[in-house]
């Protein structure tokens, strides 16, 4: 079984700082995939980031990137220099050898100008 | 641009009248995934399509249906709605086009019960 921990509720970030989300994942299968999405409150899930339990590089994807430290099963997110578009909630995601994703409960994130 | 739609993106309907929303795409993906998302919460998945082959999550209720006819579409069919669920009903595709299944999400329809 698949489980993806978010332990951040809700988190306040200064305009054009940067922010990093927690996500702690537990898994028993070597081969599985991290995802990253956004979910403004307009409600359309916006894919982020992906990270592949075999990649030895982080992802990056513009100003976000994926801080992967597979020994301690986490998969940060950072999003530098935020801005006001930021503004929404952050789901971790997993699949391993299937298609499913397992989703954390997630993150609200709130950019202050 | 290829996309994922949904229609309605909102949709109100009455305790235990019929509801159906529909989702398409055109991107060509095998995969189809339907959600039920509550606010605050993480999606849930209620059931998926792998080609043709249908596959229900165990804990989703039997008022909730689906029926797949070409690749392009997807229908999520509530039997008799109850006030329970009202929710965001996301719909996803994926295919493994990058060597891994992305799910990529239509914008969602907002099942109101009154």
């Known amino acids: 079984a698949q489980k993806i921990t978010q332990t951040q509720p809700g988190m306040f970030v200064q305009e054009k700082e940067a922010v990093t989300l927690d996500c702690t994942y537990d898994?028993?299968?070597?081969?599985?995939?991290l995802f990253w999405y956004k979910q403004p409150s307009s409600g359309e899930m916006i894919f982020l980031i992906y990270q592949g339990s075999y990649d030895e590089q982080n992802a990056t994807e513009g100003r976000y990137s994926l801080n992967f430290q597979k020994a301690r099963k986490s998969a940060n997110l950072v999003i530098s220099a935020s801005q006001l578009g930021d503004s929404a909630m952050y789901f971790c995601a997993m699949n391993s050898n299937d298609y499913k994703l397992s989703f954390g409960a997630g993150t609200t994130v709130t950019v202050r100008a | 641009d290829a996309m994922v739609i949904q229609n309605p993106r909102y949709q109100v309907t009455q305790f235990g009248k019929p509801v159906t929303l529909s989702c398409s795409q055109t991107l060509n993906h095998n995969v189809m995934y339907w959600y039920q998302q509550k606010s605050s919460q993480a999606p849930k998945l209620l059931f998926h399509y792998y080609d043709k082959d249908f596959n229900n999550e165990a804990d989703t209720p039997d008022n909730f249906q689906s029926r797949r006819p070409n690749t392009s579409f997807c229908f999520l069919d509530i039997r008799s709605p109850g006030l329970g669920d009202a929710a965001m009903y996301l719909c996803a595709t994926s295919s493994r086009d990058r060597g891994y299944h992305e799910q990529f999400f239509g914008p969602g329809t907002r099942l109101t019960v009154l």
């Open positions: 898994t028993s299968d070597q081969s599985y995939g």
